[in-house]
């Protein structure tokens, strides 16, 4: 759909300058621009690339010099990237899913379907389930029996969501993630190798083979409003109480979130990320990619880890965090700079070893 740069500007809330009739039908990267295509030249190492492309206008920062560039005209934000946020929801054609009900969609009489429902080609919805109205439920996804799932939601294709599962409203779930599997959870007839080597912090181990017994998830999960899950992302259901995540949470491709879990609002969770079960993370949370988080910890609000962290102990509240074991980042960056200086280290005790042989005549 096409738009004109002063109905951009308007619809963002964001100022615009120069030619305001100027018609825009997508965004583009500068140097690729067509001249009906708005540049997102939001740096100015971007804006540099606006010669090679044919843009007549941009998306550019608070006070740029949009005129040097020899643009028509430009909107001019504070801070451009958040401004993304609503230009990208005004040129996202969707997913193309059709509306209405596909005929081989398989559907329970028990099932509860608000207004304007879509439900994709050879989805299953069970018994008792519950949608809230606009939700779109792509082809081939899955709703449990007794499940709950707000207004605007949208599941993408392949999406599965297990029995008696509650999620909020405007829930967005891509391709192949999962709520409400069973939680990895077995036991052994006796005290475990795996719990010993934890009790004795590795002195003890395995001595003896024993079979594991499965213990059955009698809980469920609930989900809160505004919640997104990447591509194959999976959250368990509760051993016994349901698995928590708080409103406004995002997770990105591949994590994983145990049984028992509690997850407060508004976390970042990024790929490949583990969260063990029966652990607590607090609020405004960000676990950088492939963070571990160990079970039956608590993580504070607004702590930050970085990348491949692993989280052994619990975390006070606001702590930034690196390595393995997870350590305040700064501690990890002065001790990782001080494992690089070793190989000077040895060098320079050689070097005084042998200066004290030869005083000492012992060479």
Not at 109 to 128: H, K, M, N, R, Y
Not at 187 to 215: C, F, H, M, N
Not at 314 to 334: D, F, I, S, W
Request: glycine fraction near 14%; aromatic fraction near 4%; hydrophobic fraction near 45%.
């Amino acid at each position: 759909m096409a738009h004109t740069l002063e109905e951009i500007a308007a619809a963002l809330g964001l100022p615009f300058e120069g030619d305001g009739g100027l018609t825009i039908v997508s965004v583009a990267e500068p140097a690729s621009c067509a001249d009906d295509q708005l540049a997102l030249a939001m740096k100015p190492e971007f804006a540099d690339q606006l010669a090679q492309g044919q843009a007549r206008a941009a998306m550019m920062w608070q006070g740029a010099d949009w005129r040097g560039y020899g643009l028509k005209g430009a909107i001019l934000a504070p801070r451009p990237r958040y401004a993304m946020a609503g230009l990208s929801a005004m040129m996202d054609e969707g997913p193309g899913y059709d509306a209405g009900i596909h005929p081989s969609a398989m559907i329970h009489p028990t099932a509860e379907l608000a207004a304007d429902v879509s439900v994709g080609p050879l989805s299953v919805i069970g018994a008792g389930a519950r949608i809230g109205a606009g939700s779109v439920i792509g082809p081939q996804a899955h709703v449990g029996g007794k499940a709950v799932i707000g207004p605007g939601a949208l599941l993408h294709a392949g999406v599965r969501i297990g029995a008696r599962v509650t999620i909020g409203a405007r829930f967005i779930a891509q391709p192949g993630a999962v709520v409400g599997a069973d939680g990895f959870s077995f036991v052994t007839p006796e005290v475990s190798g795996v719990e010993k080597a934890r009790d004795t912090l590795g002195a003890d181990g395995t001595d003896t083979a024993q079979s594991w017994a499965r213990i059955h998830s009698l809980g469920a999960v609930r989900i809160g409003d505004d919640v997104e899950l990447g591509a194959n992302a999976c959250i368990d259901r509760g051993s016994v109480r349901d698995t928590l995540v708080g409103d406004g949470c995002k997770f990105d491709n591949l994590a994983q979130v145990g049984h028992n879990v509690v997850i407060g609002r508004d976390c970042l969770i990024c790929a490949q990320v583990g969260i063990a079960g029966s652990t607590r993370i607090g609020n405004n949370v960000v676990l950088g990619g492939q963070t571990g988080v160990s079970d039956n910890i608590t993580v504070g609000d607004n702590v930050i880890t970085g990348g491949a962290t692993k989280v052994l102990a619990n975390v006070p509240p606001g702590r930034v965090m690196l390595g393995y074991p997870a350590m305040k980042m700064e501690t990890h960056v002065e001790a990782y700079k001080g494992f690089r200086r070793l190989p000077r280290l040895f060098r320079d005790v050689a070097a005084l070893q042998k200066a004290v042989s030869k005083l000492t005549g012992n060479d």
